[in-house]
């Protein structure tokens, strides 16, 4: 069954440093998405991703965030100096949004910030 | 952001017994509502989704009901099992854009 994927499974990082967490979508998805739950809390949605630009994105997708489909499988998320409470799950989905709505989600990449 | 709520954090049943998890909504331009189960250190799993046309949607042991006039849904799960512990989020959005809101989730204990 196709799945999302997403690489490291955890990253730890100094604050202030810059993170770059990965994720293959499912092949024939055109929309993608990364979300965050900060331990204990909701899953928060950050951006949404479509015909190479973003379509949506959250109050929490600041400056500080990037997004970026590099080639024609991979999808990134990137943050630029990171703070302690970037520490969360991020986790990436994809869907066929003409089709059906549901996303599907990745496992997730664990972010820790010290 | 406050436009999808579950506000039972937790939920305990006895195996065998029906599941009721409850979520609302206030964003009236919602038209299609999704559950998740979350086991941790996993991603969400989609579950079973709804749309604003329908008021009923049944997948096996899953039925999820839509009661738009009070931006209400609620899935139920019976006969619950103990395999069916997990955290469920309710999510919803909207076919003019691209996100999907989640509920703060609900914690379902079943208990053999």
């Known amino acids: 069954e196709p799945e999302v994927t997403q690489t490291p499974s955890h990253q730890v990082t100094q604050m202030g440093q810059e993170v770059i967490l990965r994720c293959v979508p499912i092949s024939n998805h055109l929309y993608f998405y990364w979300y965050r739950q900060i331990l204990g809390q909701k899953v928060e949605f950050l951006v949404s991703?479509?015909?190479?630009?973003?379509?949506?994105k959250s109050e929490i997708f600041d400056d500080q965030f990037s997004v970026e489909r590099p080639d024609g499988s991979n999808f990134t998320l990137k943050i630029r100096s990171t703070k302690l409470e970037d520490s969360a799950m991020y986790f990436c989905?994809?869907?066929?949004?003409?089709?059906?709505?549901?996303?599907?989600f990745g496992q997730g990449t664990r972010l820790t910030v010290v | 952001d406050q436009q999808v709520k579950q506000n039972s954090p937790s939920l305990s049943v006895q195996e065998g017994r029906i599941s009721i998890l409850n979520c609302d909504y206030t964003n009236s331009m919602f038209d299609y509502f999704l559950w998740y189960k979350k086991y941790p250190a996993e991603g969400p799993t989609f579950l079973i989704s709804?749309?604003?046309?329908?008021d009923k949607n049944e997948d096996g042991r899953f039925t999820v009901f839509l009661n738009k006039s009070a931006k209400h849904l609620s899935l139920h799960i019976v006969p619950s099992q103990p395999g069916d512990s997990a955290v469920y989020f309710c999510a919803a959005s909207a076919r003019n854009n691209n996100d999907m809101r989640f509920g703060a989730g609900t914690r379902l204990t079943v208990k053999p």
């Open positions: 989905a994809s869907s066929d949004r003409d089709i059906t709505p549901e996303a599907f």
């Open positions: 991703f479509y015909n190479n630009e973003i379509s949506e």
């Open positions: 709804i749309s604003s046309i329908k």
